[in-house]
């Protein structure tokens, strides 16, 4: 029985084939999907999900969860945190308990036009995701 396919697992392979491309390779043919390297590296490293469902289905993996409204946080939440105050953290997770889905959205949507410089006040800590 094939493993559920994580990001780990992907490290794993990659760090006894010590190259993305025989890592693609062999993933490939043991999931019987077709993903590039780069797809399995930034998949690998976190940068990026995978969301056709068929290639998640195939890797064992649950279907993919909405930023708004899924209870599982998917990996491109990280890019927002970087951008969130810690008030805009407890505003989205207060909108979200709340069930007003639309307006978590839009929050996001704010957060993920202004620009990464200056967007934190003077003195407000950078949320990490280690620190939730």
């Avoid at 990001?7 to 990659?14: A, G, T």
């Avoid at 990996?75 to 008030?87: C, D, E, H, S, W």
């Avoid at 929050?107 to 620190?131: C, F, H, W, Y």
Wanted: proline share 5%.
């Amino acid at each position: 029985m094939k493993k559920r396919c994580s990001p780990r697992l992907v490290q794993k392979v990659y760090s006894k084939a010590r190259s993305w491309r025989k890592t693609a390779e062999t993933l490939n043919d043991l999931y019987g999907v077709n993903l590039s390297h780069q797809a399995w590296r930034d998949y690998a490293t976190g940068r990026r999900d995978i969301a056709n469902q068929a290639i998640r289905a195939a890797l064992g993996l649950e279907p993919r969860a909405c930023p708004t409204c899924g209870r599982k946080y998917p990996v491109q939440l990280g890019r927002f945190l970087a951008k969130m105050t810690p008030a805009e953290w407890d505003r989205w997770h207060e909108l979200r308990r709340q069930k007003k889905y639309k307006a978590a959205r839009h929050l996001l949507e704010e957060i993920s036009n202004r620009k990464r410089k200056g967007s934190r006040g003077r003195g407000q800590k950078k949320i990490t995701p280690a620190a939730l």
